[in-house]
Nanobody, 115 residues
């Protein structure tokens, strides 16, 4: 059974930082494009950042310059470093893996930015 397990969410003050991690099991991790999505209450799920199998990255305009996505194929892990957090970054963050016709999601981790 494929699993994507996120960790690292929590409560942080505006301007603070958090780091999210996602560990994948039972997939050929190095083949997959890995991404982070988020969903705020009452809103649709949106792409935050994605990193391809070759290491190319794409970011939502709203997080460019503040968030950094990275991957470690040996550890089967994709990470999201989030700096200069804003209240509007509050959401459930989901890890995603895609390859060919296959797509998998993690269970999500809550990030709350509030004073």
């Amino acid at each position: 059974q494929v699993q994507l397990v996120e960790s690292g969410g929590g409560l942080v003050q505006p301007g603070g930082s958090l780091s999210l991690s996602c560990v994948a099991s039972r997939i050929m991790f190095s083949l997959y494009a890995m991404g982070w999505y988020r969903q705020a209450p009452g809103k649709e799920r949106e792409l935050v950042a994605v990193i391809g199998s070759g290491g190319s990255t794409t970011y939502a305009d709203s997080v460019k310059g503040r968030f950094t996505i990275s991957r470690d194929n040996a550890k089967r892990t994709v990470s999201l470093q989030m700096n200069s957090l804003k209240p509007e970054d509050t959401a459930v963050y989901y890890c995603n893996g895609k390859w060919a016709q296959r797509e998998y999601w993690g269970q999500g981790t809550q990030v709350t930015v509030s004073s």
